[in-house]
């Protein structure tokens, strides 16, 4: 961070298809037809036994469903192949039109995935050192896409050698630079150790999964932790274990469910081998996506099954629920930057504040082919575009000319042939100071109740009667004045990054406008009342509620609420309710930023 604040302004969060946008990724276009990405001719095994194991259902606007989970074979062996013909869906006990709904598999290459993996090399003096370096540096060459390896070393103690990176010469190099240490071997400390190094995670704009890899040659001799304690920081992680000559198998064999071998010869050959199995295991993870046809408030419930599955008993069936609500029909097809409901054709155009970095997703709309996004710019000396390493739809737009100039960023998805243009242009940056939001009045203008009657008023919006800062999103004093009109202003910047719902309250009409950026050009209509309410009365309308709207944590949105009152009481507040906001709230000051150039009045 310089030393100003930096603002991401993350716009759209609604990442309907987030998916790998590397080049030359193998497995990448046409729905991802089961090959590792590693070796294109591996024999398929001939497997009858299919096992589940559950990571969610997850909906996105429109009317997506994605379905997460994983697939294991005989011996917990990740069943790594199967294809989407395999798999049958149903909604509410009606099998799933697969055509209609445009049912299609995802696989690691086709969304925002991370396979972290940590290497534990044993270190302690009297190992054979060299042998297991050796097998090391054949294990982190065999590196695929989307994963990237962590090196611990552990002798008397486990000790991070280097943390998660894809750079495989930065991972040789710190294999090379590995001494021996310490005589004792902390081997269960090692993979306790391994096991806490990331955590696990499901959510549509981030998959993160773990795998663990001992190299060892003998046993724990250093008896700080039991193989009981290891044992169980295993059951939660994917562990992989290679001994040599002089390992304690039996050991080994506890901590490592993902899989164990044990070699005093050919042990490169076993780390490439344990490589692929855990890119096999990355290749199980599945998410079936498709669009439903299921409308309205009710709870729908899903079944998934793989056909000819032997297994009738525990995770041969995998259930799941979603609702509706607020399914819609989708757009036309088409490719789509900052998509949203509030802004169903996305946005053409990007105001960028100077030295500044804004984050914008890409959605293909009615895709018949799992996307495959790259971006670019027009012009690099204006306005830099670089692609998420991760999840290809998104890209960090970064400012770097002056105030007034002008460069196009595109987005083509290769996979479906779309492209989609935005001008850019540079404005002046602007810094943010929470605490407060601008409320403004227009007095004696009638007393009309609709917000129609303030916005014709000759002085709206500029020479408002009065304005003052409010310390949270509510006008107080209430019952304060009769034939007044009001506007709240300012921007918001939620505290986490997700979805959240905005209500509105006022006497006598109001309208509640949320902006996808810093821009008040952007806003939408989210929420209104249309005759009155108490005082933080907000559920007399249902449309005083918004839909849930993703935002992201730590960027800045124009906010603006318009208020209108006849005679008899008045009031105008907003509240919210989302991540780190677990029930309704009147918006504290803490979230709110005035306009710049009114900071300091009615001070
Ligand atoms: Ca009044
Ligand atoms: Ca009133």
Redesign the pocket.
């Known amino acids: 961070m310089r030393g100003r604040s930096l603002f991401l302004v993350v716009i759209s969060l609604l990442m309907l298809f987030t998916f790998c946008g590397k080049k030359n990724d193998k497995g990448t276009n046409n729905g991802d037809n089961g090959n590792n990405g590693n070796n294109g001719s591996e024999v398929i095994p001939n497997w009858k036994f299919f096992k589940f194991a559950d990571h969610g259902v997850q909906i996105q606007n429109p009317n997506y469903v994605n379905i997460m989970f994983q697939v294991f074979g005989p011996d917990a062996k990740a069943a790594w192949f199967l294809k989407l013909n395999q798999f049958q869906v149903k909604e509410n006990d009606t099998p799933l039109n697969p055509v209609t709904t445009l049912l299609q598999v995802r696989k690691k290459n086709n969304i925002p995935y991370e396979l972290k993996t940590v290497l534990l090399l044993d270190n302690n003096a009297g190992t054979n050192l060299d042998s297991l370096k050796a097998a090391a540096k054949q294990f982190v060459i065999k590196i695929t896409s989307k994963q990237t390896i962590a090196l611990y070393t552990f002798a008397d103690a486990p000790v991070q050698a280097f943390g998660f990176t894809s750079d495989v010469n930065a991972l040789t190099a710190a294999i090379d630079a590995v001494q021996p240490g310490a005589a004792g071997s902390d081997l269960y400390g090692a993979v306790i150790a391994g096991t806490g190094a990331f955590e696990e995670k499901y959510e549509l704009k981030k998959v993160v999964q773990g795998a663990v890899v001992v190299l060892t040659d003998g046993p724990d001799t250093q008896g700080s932790h039991t193989p009981e304690e290891a044992a169980q920081a295993a059951d939660e992680s994917q562990v992989y274990a290679l001994g040599a000559g002089g390992a304690d198998s039996t050991a080994l064999k506890q901590v490592a469910k993902g899989g164990f071998a044990f070699a005093s010869s050919s042990f490169v050959n076993k780390a490439a081998g344990l490589a692929d199995e855990i890119v096999h295991y990355s290749q199980s993870f599945f998410v079936l996506n498709y669009m439903s046809t299921l409308r309205g408030f009710s709870t729908q419930y899903l079944k998934v099954t793989i056909g000819d599955n032997e297994n009738t008993g525990d995770g041969s069936l995998l259930q799941g629920e979603f609702r509706s609500s607020y399914f819609e029909n989708p757009p036309s097809m088409g490719l789509y930057v900052d998509y949203s409901t509030g802004k169903p054709t996305g946005i053409d155009s990007l105001s960028l504040m100077v030295n500044d970095t804004t984050t914008v997703s890409a959605l293909t709309m009615v895709a018949t082919n799992p996307p495959n996004y790259i971006w670019s710019t027009e012009n690099s000396a204006i306005v830099q575009v670089e692609q998420d390493e991760f999840d290809g739809a998104k890209a960090f737009v970064m400012a770097q000319g002056q105030i007034g100039q002008k460069a196009n960023i595109t987005v083509t998805d290769q996979a479906n042939s779309l492209t989609k243009t935005v001008g850019c242009r540079l404005v002046k940056y602007e810094a943010f100071t929470v605490g407060s939001i601008l409320f403004e009045w227009w007095a004696g203008i009638g007393s009309g109740v609709l917000i129609s009657d303030l916005r014709k008023v000759k002085t709206f919006p500029f020479n408002p009667t009065g304005s003052k800062l409010l310390t949270s999103y509510d006008m107080l004093p209430i019952?304060?004045?009769?034939n007044y009109g009001s506007r709240i202003r300012g921007y918001l910047q939620p505290p986490e990054t997700g979805e959240y719902t905005f209500w509105v309250a006022s006497d006598d009409a109001s309208e509640l406008w949320l902006s996808t950026d810093t821009d008040s050009m952007n806003a939408v209509k989210i929420a209104f009342v249309a005759a009155w309410t108490n005082h933080n009365e907000w559920g007399k309308e249902p449309n005083q509620k918004s839909k849930p709207i993703p935002l992201s944590a730590g960027n800045f949105y124009y906010i603006e609420s318009l208020q209108k009152?006849g005679?008899?009481?008045?009031n105008h507040t907003v509240a919210w309710q989302g991540p780190g906001i677990p029930t309704r709230t009147i918006i504290a000051g803490q979230y709110l930023a005035p306009p710049i150039n009114k900071m300091h009045i009615g001070e």
């Open positions: 019952d304060w004045a009769d009152e005679g008899g009481g008045d």
